[in-house]
């Protein structure tokens, strides 16, 4: 609620950023946006931290107990420590690769639409939108779901958020070939090509279909539907 309004929300934000945009604020004379960052960086800080704890965790008790003069193994307490440090390092690097591909190409990719209007939740317009703007990956059996974490169904996800994990597995086959049916975009592909798609739009080479909406304005019936010109589908 307190977001500087002249600083757009969807506006890339880094580390530096917390020491250069309070400066910036100060000399532009927004002294209340200028406290902000700092405000912001400690909030951000104390969600960091405790995640970095984590991966350093390995590495504690080797320590601990060396220091303590408790280490009990052949091996010296600091050779174990760093090992511990380097698995723990490289066990989160992983889990962030593998989080990364499983949460963040879902929605983007040369055949993804976005939009420039808004539209009201469960009219006909919004369903269309969750099959056009997400893209599942394999479905179908454990071993699948788990691996992906259950976010391989996202267009019944985002039709129907308030379905368990196993609902989804049974409503994909059902919604799909609803899709088919009626000539719906209904995307599901590979983790590791939805990744790649998303990373040539990430680096300007592809780029998102840009449109006001799926349906017209006179076919939507609901009213659910608030266009800003004249651009349908894929124009």
Same mark, same amino acid.
């Given at each position: 609620?307190?977001?500087?309004? +002249?600083?757009?929300?969807?506006?890339?934000?880094?580390? =530096?950023?917390? @020491?250069?945009?309070?400066?910036? #604020?100060?000399?532009?004379?927004?002294?209340?946006?200028?406290? #902000?960052?700092?405000?912001? =960086? *400690?909030?951000?800080?104390?969600? *960091?931290?405790?995640?970095?704890?984590?991966?350093?965790?390995?590495?504690?008790?080797? !320590?601990?107990?060396?220091?303590? &003069?408790?280490?009990?193994?052949?091996?010296?307490?600091?050779?174990?420590?760093?090992?511990?440090?380097?698995?723990? *390092?490289?066990?989160?690097?992983? $889990?962030?690769?593998? $989080? #990364?591909?499983?949460?963040?190409?879902?929605?983007?990719? $040369?055949?993804?639409?976005?939009? !420039?209007? !808004?539209?009201?939740?469960? !009219? %006909?317009?919004? #369903?269309?939108?969750? @099959?056009? &703007?997400?893209?599942? =990956?394999?479905?179908? &059996?454990?071993?699948?779901?788990?691996?992906?974490?259950?976010?391989?169904?996202?267009?019944?996800?985002?039709? =129907?958020?308030?379905?368990?994990?196993?609902?989804?597995?049974?409503?994909?086959?059902?919604?799909? $070939?609803?899709?088919?049916?009626?000539?719906?975009?209904?995307?599901?592909?590979?983790?590791?090509?939805?990744?790649?798609?998303?990373?040539?739009? %990430?680096?300007?080479?592809?780029?998102?279909?840009?449109?006001?909406?799926?349906?017209?304005?006179? +076919?939507?019936?609901?009213?659910?539907?608030?266009?800003?010109?004249?651009?349908?589908?894929? &124009?």
């Amino acid at each position: 609620q307190r977001w500087p309004k +002249s600083r757009p929300r969807t506006e890339p934000l880094t580390v =530096f950023d917390f @020491a250069r945009l309070p400066v910036q #604020f100060l000399l532009n004379g927004e002294v209340t946006d200028a406290l #902000f960052w700092p405000v912001l =960086f *400690v909030q951000w800080l104390l969600m *960091v931290i405790p995640m970095m704890a984590l991966v350093a965790l390995p590495a504690v008790f080797p !320590s601990v107990l060396g220091l303590a &003069s408790w280490w009990p193994f052949a091996l010296p307490w600091q050779t174990a420590a760093m090992k511990g440090l380097i698995g723990g *390092v490289i066990a989160d690097m992983m $889990s962030n690769l593998h $989080s #990364f591909i499983i949460v963040a190409c879902n929605h983007s990719g $040369s055949d993804l639409y976005r939009y !420039s209007t !808004s539209c009201k939740a469960y !009219s %006909a317009e919004w #369903f269309l939108r969750c @099959a056009y &703007s997400s893209a599942n =990956f394999e479905t179908g &059996s454990d071993l699948v779901d788990i691996a992906y974490g259950w976010l391989n169904y996202q267009i019944e996800h985002h039709m =129907f958020p308030d379905m368990t994990p196993l609902q989804y597995r049974k409503l994909q086959p059902l919604v799909k $070939s609803v899709c088919k049916k009626h000539g719906v975009q209904y995307i599901q592909q590979n983790g590791f090509y939805r990744t790649w798609k998303m990373l040539r739009c %990430a680096v300007g080479d592809d780029k998102m279909i840009q449109c006001d909406a799926i349906l017209p304005p006179a +076919s939507a019936k609901d009213k659910g539907l608030v266009p800003a010109n004249d651009k349908m589908l894929g &124009s």
